[in-house]
């Protein structure tokens, strides 16, 4: 189903091109809807029933039990790629809570929380399963994924302005419009994949997932905004509930 688009501030062809790019690319920007499963690049290669880890919120400890099984995860998972984190705690606390995933010049996958975040989580649970989410995201190849699929959705605007008679700066406009649209296209369901995954690292690293993505039952909800980069704190709830009910069945 093609949906007409109003995008404020583009013209009306723009607008309609954006249609065309989001036909075109096969994108999809709906949250999987409840019941469904996100698609991950890996299950954990991991057998038993994990330890259970100390309840105490100390950074460097919960580090040492997350990256080990993040790392085993990622070198189970082909193809093969520098599976050697990197985790950070950046002290900054003029900073606004964040948590990011980012590869160094060598591929080095970097982890990386920062203080304020670390102080608004509440347990050594919260921690982890941020940790895992972000190692969840490189072991899935979401950063090369996202840039693909942005270069893709800018090709294919310049081209459907082009067939349209637009002029060079039409075309121009629409691979910019078209690379913003590619950059969002999934990134709630990269989002969901990560939060599926990581909960699956946690688990086994000896905490609790459900316990962890609690944060999101008090964080700020972006909702379900079209086009936008997070879906509903609701749905990374719901998800990662379903992907430890799966888990854990018959244990």
């Known amino acids: 189903m093609m949906l007409a688009i109003t995008v404020p501030g583009r013209p009306a062809a723009l607008s309609i091109l954006l249609s065309v790019v989001l036909a075109a690319s096969g994108c999809t920007v709906a949250v999987a809807p409840q019941g469904s499963q996100t698609q991950t690049a890996a299950r954990p290669v991991i057998s038993g029933t994990p330890q259970k880890a100390p309840a105490d919120k100390n950074f460097a400890t919960i580090v040492a039990r997350v990256e080990p099984v993040a790392e085993q995860v990622c070198r189970a998972t082909p193809p093969a790629r520098n599976c050697d984190f990197r985790i950070e ?95 969002r296209a999934y990134s709630k369901n990269y989002e969901l994949e990560a939060d599926s995954l990581g909960a699956q690292i946690a688990y086994h690293a000896g905490y609790d997932p459900v316990d962890g993505v609690a944060y999101f039952s008090r964080a700020r909800d972006p909702g379900d905004q079209f086009l936008g980069t997070h879906p509903p704190n609701g749905d990374r709830i719901r998800v990662v509930q379903q992907t430890m009910a799966r888990l854990t069945r018959g244990q």
């Open 89 to 183: 705690l950046d002290r900054d606390p003029s900073k606004p809570a964040n948590a990011y995933q980012t590869q160094l010049a060598n591929g080095q996958p970097l982890l990386v929380v920062n203080q304020t975040l670390l102080n608004d989580l509440r347990n050594a649970d919260e921690v982890a399963f941020v940790l895992s989410h972000e190692a969840a995201h490189h072991i899935s190849d979401h950063i090369a994924r996202q840039q693909s699929t942005t270069e893709a959705a800018a090709i294919a605007a310049g081209l459907a302005a082009a067939a349209l008679g637009g002029t060079s700066s039409t075309i121009a406009s629409a691979q910019e419009l078209g690379a913003f649209t590619g950059s």
